[in-house]
C-alpha cells in the first residue's frame, strides 16, 4: 500500500506544455534514484535524492532517498520522501500543492482561461503571499513578471512574483524559433540544449520600489503597450541572475537596471527571486531533466527547512 505523499507538486494544466513537464519531473526522479547512497548515510549531513512509482493520468507518487551535502547548515533529511506530481485545473487542486510549475504556451490564453476558472487571483495569492516555490517556462516566466510588454492590447493578465519587465515575443514569430547550448551555473555540469520559441527575454530588473513605481508611470504613458501584476507583499529577497543568452543584449537607458548594468552582455534569460523561478526557454521541450532535477532538489530543500 502506497503511503500518502510527503510533497505535493503541481503542473498548471489549462494549455501548453503540461504533460511535457511532468514527464520530465519523472525522469528526473529516476536519474537521482541511480545516484542515491544507502539509507545508512542519512544520519550525516544530506540533501534530497529522488525515486519513483509511476502512473499515466493519475498523480504520480515518488519516494526520495538522499545525498551527502556538503553544507553543514542543511538539516537531516529523512531517507524515503515521496512525492506526488498532479495537473492542476482548479483552486482546490492548486491548494494541495507545495510547489507549482507555470508551463509553456501562449500566456494571453492561460490568464485568460485562469480568469474564467477562478483560478487567477488563487495564483497570485500562492505566489506573492504563501510564498510557494514556482517555476515558470516561457510563456510562465511572463506570467510571473512584475511587468510585461506588448501584451495589454491583447487582454494578458499577469500574476507577478518576480520583480523584472519581460519583452514578450523578443526574439520574433514562431519561424524564428531556435535552439541553444547554454551554459547554465547552477547547474554545474555540460551545457544546456535550451529551446526559444516565441520566447520572451528579462528585458529590466525593477531592483526598487521606486523602479516599479517608475513602471507603473510609464504604463500609464504607453498604455496599450505594458500591463503591470496587480500588487501584493512586497519581498525584499533580491533578483539573481542565473543565465544570459550571449551577444543579444539590447541597451536600455533609463534609471532602472539593464542587463548591460548587471553584468556581461547577453539576454537574461533565467531569473530566481526567493522562491519564485523563471526560465525564458522550454526546458520541458528538450528530454533533458537537469533543471527538473535542480528545481525538485530546491523545493524539498525549502520544504525540509520549514519554508515550505
Given at each position: 500500500?502506497?503511503?500518502?505523499?510527503?510533497?505535493?507538486i503541481?503542473?498548471?494544466?489549462?494549455?501548453?506544455?503540461?504533460?511535457?513537464?511532468?514527464?520530465?519531473?519523472?525522469?528526473?526522479?529516476?536519474?537521482?534514484?541511480?545516484?542515491?547512497?544507502s539509507?545508512?548515510?542519512?544520519?550525516?549531513n544530506?540533501?534530497?535524492?529522488?525515486?519513483?512509482?509511476?502512473?499515466?493520468?493519475?498523480?504520480?507518487?515518488?519516494?526520495?532517498?538522499?545525498?551527502?551535502?556538503?553544507?553543514?547548515?542543511?538539516?537531516?533529511?529523512?531517507?524515503?520522501?515521496?512525492?506526488?506530481?498532479?495537473?492542476?485545473?482548479?483552486?482546490?487542486?492548486?491548494?494541495?500543492?507545495?510547489?507549482l510549475?507555470?508551463?509553456?504556451?501562449?500566456?494571453?490564453?492561460?490568464?485568460?482561461?485562469?480568469?474564467?476558472?477562478?483560478?487567477?487571483?488563487?495564483?497570485?495569492?500562492?505566489?506573492?503571499?504563501?510564498?510557494?516555490?514556482?517555476?515558470?517556462?516561457?510563456?510562465?516566466?511572463?506570467?510571473?513578471?512584475?511587468?510585461?510588454?506588448?501584451?495589454?492590447?491583447?487582454?494578458?493578465?499577469?500574476?507577478?512574483?518576480?520583480?523584472?519587465?519581460?519583452?514578450?515575443?523578443?526574439?520574433?514569430?514562431?519561424?524564428?524559433?531556435?535552439?541553444?547550448?547554454?551554459?547554465?551555473?547552477f547547474?554545474?555540469?555540460?551545457?544546456?540544449?535550451?529551446?526559444?520559441?516565441?520566447?520572451?527575454?528579462?528585458?529590466?530588473?525593477?531592483?526598487?520600489?521606486?523602479?516599479?513605481?517608475?513602471?507603473?508611470?510609464?504604463?500609464?504613458?504607453v498604455?496599450?503597450?505594458?500591463?503591470?501584476?496587480?500588487?501584493?507583499?512586497?519581498?525584499?529577497?533580491?533578483?539573481?541572475?542565473?543565465?544570459?543568452?550571449?551577444?543579444?543584449?539590447?541597451?536600455?537607458?533609463?534609471?532602472?537596471?539593464?542587463?548591460?548594468?548587471?553584468?556581461?552582455?547577453?539576454?537574461?534569460?533565467?531569473?530566481?527571486?526567493?522562491?519564485?523561478?523563471g526560465?525564458?526557454?522550454?526546458?520541458?521541450?528538450?528530454?533533458?531533466?537537469?533543471?527538473?532535477?535542480w528545481?525538485?532538489?530546491?523545493?524539498?530543500?525549502?520544504?525540509?527547512?520549514?519554508?515550505?
Amino acid at each position: 500500500m502506497t503511503r500518502d505523499a510527503d510533497v505535493t507538486i503541481g503542473v498548471l494544466a489549462l494549455q501548453g506544455a503540461f504533460l511535457e513537464h511532468i514527464t520530465l519531473l519523472n525522469q528526473a526522479a529516476l536519474s537521482l534514484q541511480h545516484a542515491a547512497p544507502s539509507v545508512s548515510e542519512v544520519k550525516h549531513n544530506k540533501s534530497p535524492r529522488f525515486s519513483q512509482h509511476h502512473t499515466d493520468d493519475s498523480p504520480r507518487t515518488i519516494s526520495t532517498s538522499t545525498e551527502t551535502s556538503n553544507t553543514k547548515t542543511h538539516p537531516t533529511f529523512p531517507p524515503q520522501t515521496s512525492f506526488r506530481f498532479i495537473q492542476v485545473r482548479t483552486a482546490h487542486q492548486l491548494s494541495e500543492c507545495d510547489a507549482l510549475i507555470l508551463p509553456g504556451g501562449e500566456s494571453t490564453s492561460i490568464s485568460l482561461i485562469a480568469e474564467r476558472c477562478g483560478l487567477l487571483e488563487p495564483l497570485r495569492q500562492y505566489v506573492k503571499v504563501q510564498r510557494k516555490p514556482v517555476w515558470g517556462t516561457c510563456a510562465g516566466l511572463i506570467l510571473l513578471a512584475e511587468s510585461a510588454n506588448k501584451s495589454k492590447e491583447t487582454g494578458q493578465e499577469l500574476i507577478g512574483g518576480l520583480d523584472v519587465r519581460v519583452h514578450r515575443n523578443y526574439f520574433g514569430r514562431q519561424v524564428e524559433s531556435f535552439e541553444a547550448d547554454l551554459d547554465l551555473p547552477f547547474l554545474h555540469g555540460a551545457k544546456f540544449p535550451t529551446v526559444f520559441i516565441r520566447a520572451p527575454v528579462v528585458e529590466k530588473v525593477l531592483t526598487t520600489s521606486s523602479a516599479i513605481i517608475d513602471e507603473s508611470e510609464a504604463a500609464k504613458k504607453v498604455g496599450v503597450d505594458t500591463v503591470l501584476a496587480p500588487p501584493r507583499q512586497a519581498t525584499n529577497a533580491p533578483v539573481e541572475i542565473l543565465a544570459r543568452l550571449p551577444g543579444r543584449a539590447r541597451a536600455i537607458k533609463d534609471k532602472m537596471t539593464t542587463a548591460e548594468d548587471l553584468g556581461e552582455d547577453g539576454d537574461i534569460v533565467a531569473v530566481k527571486q526567493g522562491n519564485v523561478f523563471g526560465t525564458a526557454f522550454h526546458p520541458e521541450l528538450t528530454g533533458d531533466e537537469r533543471i527538473h532535477a535542480w528545481w525538485l532538489r530546491e523545493v524539498v530543500r525549502l520544504k525540509y527547512e520549514g519554508q515550505v
